[in-house]
Structure formats: C-alpha cells, structure tokens
C-alpha cells in the first residue's frame, strides 16, 4: 500500500511512501490485541491501596463487656470489625497487578493494531517539521491543515523533539509519541493515525 506524504500545511509533497506489508497487511489477531491492551492498562495501576487490618488499628485489647448476661451478642475488644473504628475485614491491601507476556505477541499486536488503521485509512503520513518553539497554536494549526481538529489523534514521530511534544500537551484528544514509544494501546485508542515520513521509514524496517 502507498500513502501521499502531505507538508503539516496540507498541502501533497508530490511523495509517496510505501507501507510494509509485514507489518500494515497482516492478518489481525484479536486475541494478542486485547492481551497487550490488557497487560499496558494494568502496568498503569499503582496498587497502594490499602485499609487498617485488625491487628493495625489503635486501640485498647480489654474485653469491652462480659460474655454473658447483657442481652446483648458476645463481643471482644473495641478494634472488632463489627464496630465503628474497628478493623476491616478482607480489605485491600498493596499489591503487584503486572503481569508479563510474550514479546512476540506484543509485536503481533502492534502489527495488528497498526494493519487495522491502514485497512480503515486512519493513517496520514507527514512530512518531517520541527517547531522554533513550544506554542499549542503551532500544533493546533497543523492539525487544522490537516482536517483532525474533531478527531483523536495520535502523532508518532522519530525521535524526542521538545518543540513538537510540548507544543501538543494542552490539547485535548492528542497525543504524541516517538518510535520507540509505539505501543498498542495508544494506535487503537486514537482515532487517526499521524506517522512522519521518518518514522515511518523506522517502523518500516520493524524498529519498534
């Protein structure tokens, strides 16, 4: 498949670019998208949640009343869970949610999630630009140019440039990423795809 190569203008360069059939023609795998996906939103969970146990809360041991003769049900000291202030039971406590899977499935999955943008024809490949300073009104422009302005996107270029990533945090629905940042979450959260022709040339020869 080829795609144009637009200036951040809009306007077609006259250059096209061929997308690698190894990796924007495959056949999609459902099931490594959702694993991957699975395992990106977990890896983002902090897991410090935490309450006070029995044991942990302040509190006095005495007996709070006797055993029998009060009408009442039996009871033990005042950091029981029955009671308010007391301890929780079976409550939440730190943990590890990570879990890991096979890099040939993150691979798999990345190449399905970038296959279903090129069959869908959310992808606009740009010509390489840099910014001489950090202004959401510069990204915002090209974004116009380009007619993305109502759409989620995500732009992925070669390598870190300030100008360009800080000049899109204020956005709202926009993000950026570099080559190495590539992740499956992200292509298929994002509604149209903004890859640099450099990048492209990366991702062509399998960089992830």
Request: hydrophobic share 35%; net charge positive.
């Amino acid at each position: 498949m080829e795609l144009k190569v637009l200036h951040n203008t809009g306007e077609d360069t006259n250059k096209k670019i061929l997308l690698s059939e190894n990796i924007f023609n495959i056949i999609p795998n459902d099931h490594a998208l959702y694993l991957d996906i699975k395992n990106f939103l977990i890896n983002q969970r902090q897991g410090t949640h935490k309450v006070k146990g029995r044991s942990e809360v302040v509190g006095s041991t005495k007996k709070i009343k006797k055993q029998k003769g009060t009408g009442t049900a039996r009871a033990g000291d005042i950091k029981s869970p029955i009671f308010r202030g007391g301890g929780k039971i079976f409550g939440p406590s730190p943990r590890d949610y990570r879990f890991k899977i096979n890099k040939k499935i993150k691979l798999l999955a990345k190449k399905s999630a970038l296959t279903y943008k090129a069959k869908e024809n959310n992808i606009t490949v740009i010509e390489d630009f840099n910014f001489s300073s950090c202004k959401t009104k510069d990204y915002l422009i090209i974004l116009k140019n380009l007619s993305l302005l109502q759409f989620k996107t995500l732009l992925i270029i070669s390598e870190f440039q300030k100008n360009i990533i800080f000049s899109n945090r204020n956005i709202k629905n926009s993000n950026i990423i570099t080559v190495n940042q590539i992740n499956t979450y992200d292509i298929i959260n994002a509604e149209k795809l903004l890859i640099s022709e450099n990048s492209l040339n990366k991702i062509n020869k399998k960089i992830f």
